[in-house]
């Protein structure tokens, strides 16, 4: 399970973003002051992603960039500042990503998987229950038993509702990220292979109605 640091001195933002990667998979620790951060690094705290606030009191974001970056921990930062400048220092220095509030907790999410996988952080074995992926084989086993049935396009709608589980996906967000952008099919063609995952995996992929599915997977 990757390990996300969480530095945001809003509470409420900082609660939602916890919460937000806790149920998707990720293990989370919160700060909400960059003084609490650099004690941590002190004590050997380790991460495999820190998602920074640029403004927080007793050290900013600017200042953790630089002892995260010594601790290899890689950065994105999600901040209120959209100014040019703000943007230009924290990539020149070091950061990976930068998002500007307010933002949508999916793209978050999709930039998170990004730097986890340009690092090789990413989980190689994803736990759904009785189910089990295993990405780096491209297989999956339902208690502990192979599901050879699987087709290559229902195994990568299977790992991108994995990867986003508990968050509710468009019909529309499916089609792109597993058959493109040009895929001339229709919306129906996700219903279908949703039907026949749900059939050989067992797993609760629920209908959410007027937006698409959601894997529900207890945290």
């Given amino acids: 399970m990757s390990k996300i640091l969480i530095a945001e001195d809003e509470d409420a933002i900082n609660r939602a973003l916890c919460l937000y990667l806790s149920l998707t998979g990720y293990e989370t620790v919160s700060f909400h002051d960059g003084a609490e951060v650099l004690d941590w690094l002190r004590d050997g705290g380790r991460a495999d992603l820190a998602v920074l606030d640029i403004m927080m009191p007793k050290a900013d974001g600017?200042?953790?960039?630089?002892?995260?970056?010594?601790?290899?921990?890689?950065?994105l930062f999600l901040t209120a500042r959209g100014d040019i400048e703000a943007k230009y220092k924290g990539l020149t220095e070091g950061?990976?990503?930068?998002?500007?509030?307010?933002?949508?907790?999916?793209?978050?999410?999709?930039r998170v998987e990004k730097?986890?996988?340009?690092?090789?952080?990413?989980?190689?074995?994803?736990?759904?229950?009785?189910?089990?992926?295993?990405?780096?084989?491209?297989?999956?086993?339902?208690?502990?038993?192979?599901?050879?049935?699987?087709?290559?396009?229902?195994?990568?709608?299977?790992?991108?509702?994995?990867?986003?589980?508990?968050?509710?996906?468009?019909?529309?967000?499916?089609?792109?990220?597993?058959?493109?952008?040009?895929?001339?099919?229709?919306?129906?063609?996700?219903?279908?292979?949703?039907?026949?995952?749900?059939?050989?995996?067992g797993l609760n992929i629920s209908s959410v109605p007027k937006v698409g599915y959601r894997l529900e997977v207890a945290p």
């Fill in 95 to 110: 950061a990976e990503d930068y998002m500007v509030k307010p933002f949508e907790m999916l793209e978050l999410l999709v």
């Fill in 62 to 75: 600017f200042e953790l960039l630089k002892p995260l970056r010594k601790a290899e921990i890689p950065v």
């Fill in 115 to 201: 730097i986890l996988k340009r690092y090789q952080r990413t989980d190689e074995v994803m736990n759904l229950g009785t189910v089990t992926i295993n990405t780096a084989q491209r297989k999956v086993f339902r208690e502990n038993e192979e599901l050879t049935g699987l087709t290559p396009m229902e195994y990568d709608l299977l790992l991108m509702l994995a990867r986003h589980r508990n968050v509710a996906l468009s019909r529309d967000q499916l089609l792109d990220a597993v058959w493109g952008y040009d895929y001339p099919g229709t919306t129906r063609t996700a219903d279908v292979h949703i039907a026949q995952l749900r059939r050989k995996t």
